[in-house]
């Protein structure tokens, strides 16, 4: 399984930017798909993912009410639109894929995720 992220870019603090994320080499849904960011220095954090079966979204604090997930099960595919970007917001961007749900990590745990994307950068000036 191969996943590969685009969308990533450097805009202007209030501004928005959309990521993709495409999984491929599999020929049926996923359990979810979901985004990490990792800023320089930092621990990776979790952004936001979607449970394919129940169609449900989790966020991460700082991202609630700003970002919005949204994708295509059969696709697997998942889009991330971040809007009122903030210069906090910057990082790296991994998307990861879930295929088998073992029951025993949430949707915001790493642990989760078996496949992750390469990263997409996004900076957001002041």
């Known amino acids: 399984v191969q996943l590969q992220a685009s969308g990533g870019g450097s805009v202007q603090a209030g501004g928005f930017l959309r990521l993709s994320c495409q999984a491929s080499?599999?020929?049926?849904?996923?359990?979810?798909m979901g985004w990490f960011r990792q800023a320089p220095g930092q621990e990776r954090e979790f952004v936001g993912a979607i449970n394919w079966s129940t169609g449900r979204t989790n966020y991460g604090d700082s991202v609630k009410g700003r970002f919005t997930i949204a994708g295509d099960s059969a696709k697997n595919m998942v889009y991330l639109q971040m809007n009122s970007l903030k210069p906090e917001d910057t990082a790296v961007y991994y998307c990861?894929?879930?295929?088998?749900?073992?029951?025993?990590?949430?949707?915001?745990?790493?642990?989760?995720?078996?496949?992750w994307g390469q990263g997409t950068q996004v900076t957001v000036s002041s």
């Open positions: 990861a894929a879930s295929f088998f749900n073992s029951g025993i990590y949430q949707l915001w745990s790493e642990e989760r995720y078996e496949y």
């Open positions: 080499g599999r020929t049926f849904s996923g359990d979810a």
